[in-house]
């Protein structure tokens, strides 16, 4: 029987691949198979992620990029992605967040937070969508990480959310865009609720543990999300058990969204 979750001869692209979620995406990936290119910019971190990969048994590429400078994604794309076979999916994750009252925020701090999630992303989506296209590869996808902050207003997280909104309504209008491709190139966002990872600041690995094991009475699911709470639906995403979703939010947030008493 085949197994449709299977990524078994495919290569994945994930961006900020050097912590938190996207290195959980990328052992998650690699674990159904896929062979892994992460890109970000802390090299050592990425390794350490590569050793993990490579114990798996896949091949994996370490790319240093900062992915706000538009030749360096091109670069990335068109020759160090090429070089190492093509890519049948990406996952665009990489991002940065602050919590700041607006009114509070410096200008170089929104640069910081747009150029990044938002330009970086669509630099980083512009150069993969080209290449999927000419590859003519079956079964290519995209997935965009976004946040539950799309879908439900945190406080003093402003100019983050306003980025995480607009990935949400690019990957609507990149999956319509794209299923005009042959074949057709799926596009998705999983947009992750409260995960224990750097992205608030590093952490200890004793205030990493008390943070796991902590009662979370305002997530339905009673606990904060872990990376491979996040990995895993991104593998389901990117295999052929999900051939006929596109366009659509995977919600992966223990049901934060669903609380009513802010
Ligand atoms: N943690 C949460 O609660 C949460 C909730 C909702 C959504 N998210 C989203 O999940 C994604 C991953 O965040 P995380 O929580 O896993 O935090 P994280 O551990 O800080 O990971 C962020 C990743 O982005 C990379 N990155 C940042 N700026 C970059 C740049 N200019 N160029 C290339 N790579 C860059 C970082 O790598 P380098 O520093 O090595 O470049 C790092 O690998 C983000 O898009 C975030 O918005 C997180």
């Not at 994604?73 to 068109?78: D, M």
């Not at 967040?97 to 170089?108: D, G, H």
């Not at 945190?154 to 995480?164: D, E, I």
Request: glycine residues 8%.
């Amino acid at each position: 029987m085949s197994d449709v979750f299977s990524l078994n001869g495919k290569t994945a692209i994930v961006t900020g691949a050097s912590s938190g979620i996207g290195a959980g995406a990328a052992i998650s990936l690699a674990r159904q198979g896929a062979d892994i290119i992460m890109c970000a910019r802390r090299v050592p971190e990425m390794e350490a992620v590569a050793e993990k990969i490579r114990a798996l048994g896949r091949r994996v590429l370490c790319v240093k990029l900062d992915q706000r400078d538009y030749s360096a994604v091109k670069k990335f794309i068109r020759e160090d992605v090429k070089n190492f076979g093509g890519a049948d999916i990406l996952v665009a994750n990489a991002g940065v967040s602050a919590r700041q009252q607006i009114v509070e925020t410096t200008a170089e701090e929104m640069d910081r937070i747009i150029d990044t999630n938002y330009k970086g992303t669509v630099y980083i989506l512009q150069e993969t969508a080209k290449l999927m296209i000419s590859q003519k590869r079956a079964g290519q996808n995209i997935i965009i990480v976004s946040s539950v902050n799309a879908f439900r207003p945190l406080r003093s997280q402003a100019v983050y959310t306003g980025t995480k909104s607009a990935l949400e309504a690019l990957m609507r209008c990149l999956a319509a865009d794209l299923s005009e491709a042959a074949p057709k190139i799926r596009v998705n966002s999983l947009a992750p609720g409260a995960t224990l990872t750097e992205l608030g600041g590093k952490k200890t690995p004793e205030e990493y543990e008390k943070a796991k094991n902590a009662n979370k009475p305002n997530i339905p699911l009673g606990r904060i999300g872990l990376i491979e709470d996040m990995g895993d639906p991104i593998a389901f995403l990117a295999s052929d058990a999900a051939r006929y979703i596109t366009g659509a939010t995977l919600l992966v947030d223990g049901g934060l969204s669903l609380r009513m008493d802010l």
